[in-house]
């Protein structure tokens, strides 16, 4: 159970750095970010930070928002 913990630990790690990388490489920010996803910029900030457990639709909103496929949110660094 340990192993499995530390694997979605690392997984939503992942995703909040390729979605901070992604907002500023477009230099969004997180407000502006939110306003394209329709999502909340607190949201935003949680998810960054990797305190937010993403679901599908909200995934699929932040990888429109910064137009790219929503696999790309999970690829590694």
Do not use: K
């Not at 679901?55 to 909103?61: A, K, M, V």
């Amino acid at each position: 159970m340990e192993d499995f913990d530390d694997e979605l630990y690392q997984a939503r790690m992942l995703l909040a750095a390729n979605v901070q990388r992604l907002r500023q490489e477009r230099n969004f920010s997180q407000e502006g970010l939110a306003a394209h996803a329709g999502i909340h910029r607190t949201f935003v900030s949680h998810m960054e930070r990797g305190a937010r457990n993403l679901t599908l639709d909200n995934l699929t909103r932040i990888s429109l928002a910064l137009e790219v496929p929503m696999y790309e949110l999970f690829m590694p660094l």
